[in-house]
Nanobody
């Protein structure tokens, strides 16, 4: 059974940085794609960034240049480094795992809260 555990969220001032982590278990980590999504209060969940098995990355326009997604296959962990944070980045951030281009065997973590406020 796939399990994703996110951590690293918290309260940060505008312009600050955070690094989120997502530890996966129950899968052959290097065979899967990973992504980060976020959901702000009262809004729909939205895509933030993804990283494929071969390391290809993709970013939402709203975070491009400020966010970096990476993976450590040895540690079975995916990271989201967020810099120059803005109040509009405030949301619950979720890790997602999927297999292949269709993202089959799809699973989500429980989320970690990021609050950007002075």
């Amino acid at each position: 059974q796939v399990q994703l555990v996110e951590s690293g969220g918290g309260l940060v001032q505008p312009g600050g940085s955070l690094r989120l982590s997502c530890v996966a278990s129950g899968i052959i980590f290097q065979h899967y794609n990973f992504a980060w999504y976020r959901q702000a209060l009262g809004k729909e969940r939205e895509f933030v960034a993804s990283i494929a098995t071969v390391g290809t990355t993709r970013y939402a326009d709203s975070v491009k240049g400020r966010v970096t997604i990476s993976r450590d296959n040895g540690k079975k962990t995916v990271y989201l480094q967020m810099n120059s944070l803005k109040p509009e980045d405030t949301a619950v951030y979720y890790c997602r795992v999927g297999y292949g281009s269709a993202w089959s065997e799809n699973s989500w973590g429980q989320g970690t809260q990021v609050t950007v406020s002075s």
